[in-house]
């Protein structure tokens, strides 16, 4: 089992940062690849970055490349989701999930969502 807990969402102008926080937790964690995915009100949950526990391998949308930075704290089992350049596009809700690549189905475990809303 795997827990996950993300934190650090809010309301932020364009052109604003926002850091989000993933806490995870359980047995089995570091035997998946960490992932943030976001969901905008009607449409579908969509990959934006992922990264690796042990080497810290990265992958990231196109829409966010240059803008956000993914990154892995292993002491505190944290994944960072840095966010720059924001934009009114960016608004939606940010989940955290453990699995592998950057397809939703392929991800087992998801946290519960922080709101990030990007105003113009």
């Known amino acids: 089992q795997v827990q996950l807990v993300e934190s650090g969402g809010g309301l932020v102008q364009a052109g604003g940062s926002l850091r989000l926080s993933c806490v995870a937790s359980?047995?089995?964690?570091?035997?998946?690849?960490m992932g943030w995915f976001r969901q905008a009100p009607g449409k579908e949950r969509e990959f934006v970055a992922a990264?690796?526990?042990?080497?810290?391998?990265?992958n990231y949308a196109d829409s966010v490349v240059g803008r956000f930075t993914i990154s892995r704290d292993n002491a505190k089992n944290t994944v960072y989701l840095s966010m720059n350049s924001l934009k009114p596009a960016d608004t939606a809700v940010y989940y955290c999930g453990a699995g592998w690549g950057e397809r939703t189905r392929d991800y087992d475990y998801w946290g519960q969502g922080t709101q990030v809303t990007v105003s113009s």
């Open positions: 990264i690796t526990w042990n080497i810290g391998s990265t």
């Open positions: 359980g047995p089995t964690f570091r035997n998946y690849a």
